[in-house]
């Protein structure tokens, strides 16, 4: 698993709706905390924050690191999306990556 930290990009696994924010939408994280979750700050064109949302990592896959200033591969974020996935899930998604090759 990719690790998050300060100043990296991320997007959303999940709605948010009470922030009125969709999955696939992205931000930086601006802080991390003890507890594992971390402040995420979301923000429009203009630079201007949208919402400021405390989320735990399951909700959210990393899509650009800051230290190495990288994005992720889209092979790196599938991973990412998958392993958040229970068992049940993740055979489904297989099963699906199966069909794809029989078309």
């Not at 992720?72 to 068992?87: G, R, Y």
Request: proline share 2%.
């Amino acid at each position: 698993m990719i690790e998050p930290e300060l100043f990296d990009a991320i997007e959303l696994l999940v709605n948010l709706p009470k922030d009125r924010l969709c999955a696939g939408v992205r931000g930086a994280i601006v802080e991390c905390y003890e507890d594992g979750k971390y402040e995420v700050e979301f923000a429009n064109e203009e630079g201007e924050t949208l919402a400021l949302s405390t989320l735990s990592s399951e909700e959210f896959i990393v899509v650009w690191k800051a230290k190495t200033k990288r994005w992720l591969s889209v092979s790196e974020q599938i991973s990412a999306a998958i392993n958040h996935l229970s068992e049940e899930r993740q055979q489904e998604v297989l099963n699906f990556a199966r069909s794809l090759y029989q078309r």
